[in-house]
Nanobody, 112 residues
Framework: QVQLVESGGGLVQPGGSLRLSCTAS????????LGWYRQAPGKERELVAV???????RYVNSVKGRFTIIRDNAKRTVYLQMNSLKPEDTAVYYC??????WGQGTQVTVSS
């Protein structure tokens, strides 16, 4: 069984930064694709950033230039460095492994 545990969320003022972490554990045959998604109240879950085992990265347009996804294979961890945060970034952020397993989510609130 695979477990994903996210951390690093919180309350931050507009323009601030946060770094989310997600660590995978359990019976994992391979870690191919790691992704960060978010879901704001009343909205559908959307892809924020994804990184493959080969290092290919994709971001949703709204976070390009502000967010950075990083993976540490040795630690089975993926990070999401979020800079220049905006109120519209407020959401529950989830990590995803290989398009299957989900973490429990971590709340990010951007407000003054």
């Amino acid at each position: 069984q695979v477990q994903l545990v996210e951390s690093g969320g919180g309350l931050v003022q507009p323009g601030g930064s946060l770094r989310l972490s997600c660590t995978a554990s359990g019976s994992i045959f391979s870690i191919n694709v790691l992704g960060w998604y978010r879901q704001a109240p009343g909205k559908e879950r959307e892809l924020v950033a994804v990184i493959t085992s080969s290092g290919s990265i994709r971001y949703v347009n709204s976070v390009k230039g502000r967010f950075t996804i990083i993976r540490d294979n040795a630690k089975r961890t993926v990070y999401l460095q979020m800079n220049s945060l905006k109120p519209e970034d407020t959401a529950v952020y989830y990590c995803n492994l290989n398009g299957g397993s989900w973490g429990q989510g971590t709340q990010v609130t951007v407000s003054s």
